[in-house]
C-alpha cells in the first residue's frame, strides 16, 4: 500500500494567504511522503474552488481513480483542504475512501485512518470544520446586513440605472433616462411588450444588452430605484441617488399588481386554454356560451388535431350549459375566428374615429363651479333649517324653500355624475387606444396572459350568429 495521491486545494480568497499556496502544500506534502517511504503516483489539484461543495474537476477525478483500485492512499496538507462540510467529509472518507481500501492523511493534524484513533479524530475534527464554514457565513451575513443599514449595496447584479463603482451605486445617466422613460410609459398604459419594441427601434440598450419585456417587467418592481436598500425583507435607507420618486414607483406598483389579478382571473376565467377568445364567445341563437374542442383524424399514416369553438348547446358536454339542445349554430375553426377578431383589432389601429374622438378635454373649471355652488346650496339649507329654530318661520315656507334647494343640487349632482362618466368613458377610450395600438406587438411576441388582456379590455363579448360575427366593444 504505497501508492499515494496528494490533494491540494485553495479557495480564491486564500491563494493571498501565506502557507495556503498551491506550490507551498505541494512541496510539504511530497516531502512528508517521503519521509514515510509512501511513493507519490499522481497529485490533484483544485485551484480557486471553495470546500463547501464537493463539486470540484480533480476531486472528482481523485475519486474515480480511488474507485478504480489506482490509489491506496490520500494525503492532505489539512483536513479543510478536502471540505469544509461534516457530512461531505465523512461521505469522502467513509464511503469512497475506507470503501474503496484507501487510506486518508492529514498531515497537519498528524493523523490517519489507519489507525484506530485516527478514525475517531476524523469525526471531531469535521466537526469543527463545519463550526468554521458556519462562523464564515454568519460573518458574511452580519457584515452583508451592516452594509444594507449604512445604506450601501449588498453586491449581486447591479440594477439597471447604476453602476457599481467601489463598492457604492453610482447613477449611469444613459440608463436612467431608459429607467425613467420605462416607469412613466408604463404607468400611462402602455405594454412591457411595447416599451421594449420602442426602445429597441430608438437605439437604447443597457449594460446587459438589448431590452427584452422579461427585463422591464422585472425592473418595474425594483424598489432600489427610490432609494432604498431591501435585504433579507427590511427596507433601509440607501446612500445612492434616486431615479425613480416615491409616488410613481407607488402607481407602478399599484397597476403591476392589479395586471397580476388580471391575470390570475384571466386563467381562472378561461381554465388555463390555450383558445384566446374563451369566455367571450356567446351563440346568437340561443345565447349559449362556446367552448374550445379538438377533433383527431388521420391521414396518410399520420394524426392531426383541429382545434374549433362548438356553441356549448350544440356539444352537449355538460347539461347546465345547453341552452337550447336543437340549437345548429355554426362550428368555427379556432384559427379562423381568432384570425377575423385580430384582424378587426389591428383595422381600429388605421382607423382611430371608430373607437372616438378624445379631442375635446373633460371641462375642469366646470366641475370645480358645480362642486362649489352644491356646497353653497348646501349652506343654504343649513341656515334655513337654523332660522326655523331659532325665529317664527311658517314650516310650510321652509318646506317649500328646502325643497327647491334640493331639487337645484339634485341636478347639479347630476351633472357631476354625468361629468365623472364622461370621464371615466374617455379614460376607457384612452386605454383602448393604446392597447390598440401594441397590440400587434402584443400578438407577436407576448405570452397568452398578455394577449388574453388586451383581448379582454378591448371586447366585452362576440355574438356568433351562422356566419354573421358582432363584436360588443367596451368603449
Known amino acids: 500500500m504505497n501508492r499515494c495521491a496528494i490533494y491540494v486545494r485553495v479557495s480564491t480568497q486564500e491563494q493571498a494567504r501565506d502557507g495556503y499556496s498551491i506550490g507551498e502544500q505541494r512541496e510539504r506534502l511530497k516531502l512528508y511522503c517521503e519521509s514515510h517511504d509512501w511513493t ?3 497529485d490533484y489539484v483544485d485551484a480557486g474552488y471553495s470546500g463547501a461543495s464537493t463539486d470540484r474537476p480533480f476531486l472528482n477525478q481523485m475519486i474515480e481513480d480511488v474507485t478504480r483500485g489506482m490509489i491506496d ?8 483542504r478536502l471540505s469544509r ?13 475506507l470503501a474503496n481500501g484507501c487510506d486518508f492523511v492529514s498531515m497537519n493534524e498528524n493523523f490517519d485512518t489507519s489507525t484506530p484513533l485516527g478514525r475517531a479524530m476524523i469525526g471531531i475534527l469535521a ?3 463545519q463550526l468554521e464554514r458556519e ?5 458574511m451575513m452580519m457584515g452583508k446586513e451592516a452594509r444594507a443599514k449604512d445604506g450601501k449595496f449588498n453586491s449581486g447584479k447591479t440594477p439597471i440605472g447604476y453602476d457599481l463603482i467601489d463598492s457604492d451605486l453610482v447613477v449611469n445617466d444613459y440608463e436612467r433616462i431608459q429607467v425613467q422613460r420605462i416607469f412613466q410609459e408604463y404607468a400611462s398604459g402602455k405594454s412591457p411588450v411595447a416599451i421594449a419594441r420602442d426602445l429597441t427601434e430608438s437605439g437604447y440598450s443597457h449594460k446587459y444588452g438589448a431590452w427584452q419585456p422579461e427585463t422591464i417587467r422585472h425592473l418595474l418592481t425594483n424598489q432600489t430605484y427610490t432609494g432604498v436598500i431591501c435585504y433579507n425583507g427590511t427596507v433601509y435607507q440607501g446612500e445612492h441617488d434616486v431615479i425613480i420618486d416615491d409616488e410613481l414607483f407607488q402607481r407602478v406598483q399599484s397597476k403591476v399588481s392589479r395586471k397580476r389579478e388580471e391575470h390570475l382571473h384571466l386563467n381562472r376565467r378561461a381554465g388555463k386554454a390555450s383558445s384566446y377568445l374563451a369566455g367571450l364567445l356567446v351563440c346568437g341563437c340561443c345565447g349559449a356560451k362556446y367552448s374550445k374542442l379538438s377533433h383527431k383524424e388521420t391521414k396518410g ?3 392531426y388535431t383541429y382545434a374549433y369553438y362548438k356553441c356549448n348547446s350544440r356539444a352537449k358536454k355538460s347539461a347546465h350549459l345547453v341552452k337550447d339542445p336543437d340549437c345548429k349554430n355554426r362550428i368555427w375553426r379556432m384559427q379562423d375566428l381568432d384570425e377575423l377578431i385580430f384582424g378587426e383589432i389591428r383595422k381600429l389601429a388605421t382607423d382611430p374615429d371608430r373607437i372616438s374622438d378624445l379631442s375635446d378635454d373633460i371641462d375642469v373649471d366646470k366641475q370645480s363651479v358645480l362642486r362649489d355652488e352644491i356646497s353653497g346650496l348646501n349652506r343654504k339649507i343649513e341656515r334655513l333649517i337654523g332660522l326655523y329654530a331659532v325665529e317664527d318661520m311658517p314650516l310650510d315656507v321652509l318646506q317649500k324653500q328646502v325643497s327647491d334647494l334640493e331639487e337645484q343640487k339634485s341636478r347639479l349632482e347630476a351633472e357631476m355624475e354625468r361629468l365623472s362618466d364622461e370621464q ?5 377610450i384612452a386605454d383602448a387606444i393604446d392597447a ?5 406587438e402584443v400578438l407577436d411576441k407576448g405570452n397568452y396572459d398578455e394577449i388574453r388582456t388586451v383581448l379582454c379590455a378591448l371586447i366585452d363579448k362576440i355574438v356568433l350568429d351562422g356566419d354573421d360575427i358582432t363584436i360588443h366593444w367596451r368603449f
Open 73 to 80: 492512499k490520500v494525503v492532505v496538507y489539512k483536513l479543510d
Open 40 to 42: 507519490v503516483v499522481k
Open 424 to 428: 371615466s368613458k374617455k379614460a376607457s
Open 301 to 303: 399514416g399520420r394524426t
Open 135 to 139: 462562523q464564515i457565513k454568519e460573518r
Open 127 to 129: 466537526v469543527f470544520a
Open 436 to 440: 390598440v395600438s401594441s397590440f400587434g
Open 85 to 97: 462540510s461534516q457530512k461531505d467529509t465523512l461521505h469522502l472518507i467513509e464511503d469512497i475512501f
